[in-house]
Structure formats: C-alpha cells, structure tokens
Nanobody, 118 residues
C-alpha cells in the first residue's frame, strides 16, 4: 500500500520559515509528479507547488512565487517544500499528492498543519 507522509508543519510567526517534507513509499517515484496543496476551512484545496519528474520542472501558485521552493530527491523518494517569508494567509493544512504525468493525483498524504500567527 502506497503511503505519503508529510512532516515539518507547526506554528511560526509572520516572516518566518518552515520546511515541509513528504516521504513516500512509491516504488516508481521517479516518474511521478509531486504536488503540495493546501486547504483552509471554507476554501477549496489549492495547488501551491508541483515538481515534475525527469528534470524537475516546477510550478508555483502566484501567491507563493518568490517565497516557496520545491525540491525532490528521487533516491529518497521524497519532496520538500521550503516556505519563507510566511504570512497569515499561508495558514492551512498542507498535503502532498502524487500522480503520473498527465493524470490526476492518485495518492495523498494525511496533511500537516501550518499556522502563521504572531
């Protein structure tokens, strides 16, 4: 059974940084697109960042461009999301998801809470 496990969430002050990690058990991890998503109460799930296989093309939501970075380690089957200059609007539950190129996300993690508060 495939598992995705997020870690690294917590409480941080505005302007602070957090690094989220997504560890997976996907055997063919190197062919999967990995995305970080977030959800806040009353809002739809938002794709924050994604990273493709085979070269690692990255995409970011406009709201996080210049502040967030995403990276993958195929040998460790993991993806990290570095979040800098956090603001209260970044408060959400963050999920990682995995899907084959051109297909919907197939696997999801359980989420990790990020709270930005003074």
């Amino acid at each position: 059974q495939v598992q995705l496990v997020e870690s690294g969430g917590g409480v941080v002050q505005p302007g602070g940084s957090l690094r989220l990690s997504c560890a997976t058990s996907i055997v063919t991890f190197n062919v999967y697109v990995i995305g970080w998503y977030r959800r806040t109460p009353g809002k739809e799930r938002e794709l924050v960042a994604s990273i493709s296989p085979f070269g690692g093309e990255t995409n970011f939501a406009d709201s996080v461009k210049g502040r967030f970075a995403i990276s993958r380690n195929d040998a460790r089957k993991s993806v990290d999301l570095q979040m800098n200059d956090l603001n209260v609007e970044d408060t959400a539950v963050y999920y990682c998801g995995a899907g084959r190129v051109g297909r919907e996300t197939t696997y999801w993690g359980q989420g990790t809470q990020v709270t930005v508060s003074s």
